[in-house]
């Protein structure tokens, strides 16, 4: 009998340590559900993106399209508004080199035939968007179209000559905060995305030239980026 009872101690304190305190777990954490990622409520990233400037029409024509370059860097956040719509707002800084053509008859900003010319200017860049989804996807960006339109505050001007003097030195002569360039442009632009793949294009509706130094604006530039 003592032996029965023992073993029947033997087993009970046995179970009670294997026993688990179920109410102390904090189920919420499996419960709650995301709110953070790429098609979900919320979602910021980092990009970077490459663009070339094209002419619009003739006037613009005088810049080199494939010498001339811009780069950007910035962050994006996105706002999920439901399966088809979103909206969100972009900060980023842009790097663009403008290279002039050296050929008799250029006038901007001088007549003077250079070895090499450019301008530069280095911008703040605050965006609004608007984003239409395309097709079904799970929690990936997926593809999608952007319609906004932008601001940029040009924190950097300059105007850059590179010539060669008599004992073949390079002389390079840089002029900045330039009086006929403009402090802030503004513009629109167009995003077609493919996850973090993008081919993007901006309109500028602002001269980037003040109206009284007469020079046609530079030329707009177009993007790709990621």
Request: glycine share 6%; with cysteine.
């Amino acid at each position: 009998m003592k032996q029965l009872i023992l073993l029947c101690l033997v087993i009970l304190a046995c179970s009670l340590t294997a026993q688990e305190i179920v109410f102390s777990k904090d189920v919420k954490s499996d419960t709650l559900r995301p709110t953070k990622g790429p098609n979900l409520k919320k979602f910021s990233h980092q990009y970077l993106g490459f663009s070339f400037p094209v002419f619009t029409n003739e006037k613009l024509n005088y810049t080199k399209p494939f010498s001339s370059i811009a780069i950007d860097y910035g962050i994006r956040y996105k706002r999920r508004l439901n399966n088809t719509f979103a909206m969100g707002m972009d900060l980023s800084v842009n790097w663009a080199g403008y290279q002039i053509k050296q050929k008799e008859g250029k006038s901007v900003p001088d007549s003077a035939i250079n070895k090499k010319e450019k301008f530069q200017v280095n911008s703040l860049t605050p965006a609004l968007y608007f984003r239409i989804n395309v097709g079904r996807r799970g929690n990936v960006i997926g593809n999608y179209l952007d319609l906004g339109a932008y601001g940029s505050f040009n924190w950097k001007t300059a105007y850059i000559t590179t010539n060669k003097n008599d004992n073949d030195e390079i002389v390079k002569v840089s002029t900045s905060r330039l009086s006929y360039m403009e402090n802030y442009s503004y513009g629109v632009l167009a995003r077609i995305g493919i996850n973090r793949l993008a081919i993007s294009a901006r309109y500028r509706l602002s001269n980037l030239f003040i109206a009284s130094s007469g020079f046609p604006s530079l030329s707009i530039p177009s993007k790709s980026g990621l």
